[in-house]
């Protein structure tokens, strides 16, 4: 059965009572958004379109960006903004 790509919606409680449904057409790359009185409230997505699934991503593209971000001596203004702290 071919399926069109485009999203589905669903009342919350259509949603509720079928949910196997919905994870089953997520697993086949099938967005459902759910609404509660006819406004969006949730989307269910295929896990390899929700960003957080793909896990941290690296930190190797900063390294090397906050250099000179505290001046040419990182010691001196640390503690300058200590005292400014204690005032």
């Known amino acids: 059965m071919a399926q069109s790509k485009s999203a589905l919606k669903r009342g919350a ?3 509720r ?3 196997p449904e919905l ?3 997520a697993e ?3 967005t459902t958004v759910i609404t509660r009185h006819g406004r969006p409230i949730a989307a ?3 896990i390899s379109a929700f ?3 793909s896990g941290q991503k690296s930190l190797l593209p900063l390294a090397g960006s906050g ?3 505290w001046g040419s001596n990182s010691t001196k203004t640390v503690a300058a903004l200590r005292d400014e702290w204690e005032r």
């Open 67 to 69: 250099r000179g971000l």
């Open 13 to 15: 409680e259509e949603a």
């Open 23 to 25: 994870l089953d057409a």
């Open 44 to 46: 269910l997505v295929p």
């Open 17 to 19: 009572k079928s949910l």
């Open 51 to 53: 960003p957080a699934a």
């Open 28 to 30: 086949n790359g099938r």
